[in-house]
């Protein structure tokens, strides 16, 4: 049973006989209703999944999964869409659903409408996600949580750093409240930015602590006063490897990385970009199929 009344519609549209392996790749993420019906030569898939269960990194390795098969059968690429149905309805009732969540040994991620419980002795992180930006419930992101945690408790506190596609702004506020000096944050999505300053507010953050702004690494580096110690880049394989090749620009010499929202199939791939660009994977997490690389710049 469905906890809110808001959906994702996903659209496939393939060659039919890509078919079972739509519906398989459907199945396997949860779909909660399916039907088909053909155009001309091609299938149209729909599939409907609620939302509180699929965030924007579900439904993009739903379809890169989906595109993998059709490539492995030799078949044309499908084209993979998405539309989120039902938003106004599901933003009142999935709140009510939303409880405080311990992530790592420190984190206490809380809804900003919500008291910690009593005696909480954890570092309370309270986050109005907005729609579609994350909640903390993704592996992706409580790796990368988990991964600041364990650097910035024994980091210096002089530690700044830049979070590319911030989205809610959870790392950014996350490494801030385990004692970085300042986090710079930059979202190429107007809505993200706008529950990044709100969520900013929310857990009594200045300004000149977080700065947010609208964009990319480009952005970034026209900001930043000086390198970064660290960055963190929870977003898809795709485009950290687009951004990698830039990434030394806004770093110190002796600087690291948290990369997230890359699958366990890709990270190999993210891995050998990395290191022909100066970078040395350190560790790899894994959760579920996800994976976090904790990264530093290699000796010159």
Request: proline share 5%.
């Amino acid at each position: 049973m469905a906890l809110a009344n808001s959906w994702w519609e996903v659209q496939v549209l393939c060659d039919p006989a890509l078919e079972d392996d739509v519906f398989w790749r459907f199945d396997s993420f949860g779909s909660q209703g399916t039907s088909n019906q053909r155009r001309g030569t091609a299938c149209l898939i729909q599939s409907y999944f609620p939302q509180h269960r699929m965030e924007l990194l579900n439904l993009s390795a739903l379809a890169l999964l989906i595109k993998q098969d059709a490539l492995c059968s030799d078949l044309a690429a499908p084209r993979v869409t998405w539309t989120l149905i039902d938003e106004e309805d599901w933003s009142k009732s999935w709140k009510e659903h939303w409880q405080p969540e311990p992530i790592g040994d420190r984190f206490l991620i809380t809804p900003a409408w919500l008291s910690p419980p009593e005696g909480n002795q954890r570092l309370v992180l309270r986050l109005d996600p907005g729609v579609a930006f994350g909640t903390g419930a993704h592996p992706t992101t409580q790796l990368c949580l988990e991964s600041l945690e364990m650097r910035l408790t024994y980091e210096p506190a002089a530690v700044t750093l830049a979070d590319i596609g911030c989205g809610s702004g959870i790392l950014s506020i996350g490494a801030l409240l385990l004692g970085a000096k300042r986090a710079y944050a930059a979202d190429i999505d107007d809505l993200a930015v706008q529950s990044a300053i709100g969520n900013r507010d929310i857990n009594g953050l200045t300004e000149a602590q977080l700065p947010i702004i609208h964009g990319s690494l480009d952005a970034l580096a026209k900001i930043i006063d000086a390198p970064v110690d660290g960055v963190v880049c929870n977003i898809l394989a795709e485009v950290i490897m687009d951004l990698i090749p830039q990434l030394h620009t806004i770093v110190t010499p002796k600087g690291w990385g948290v990369l997230s929202g890359i699958l366990l199939d890709q990270s190999k791939l993210v891995a050998d970009t990395l290191e022909q660009h100066g970078w040395v994977v350190a560790t790899l997490w894994r959760r579920q199929e996800w994976c976090c690389l904790n990264v530093r710049r290699a000796e010159s």
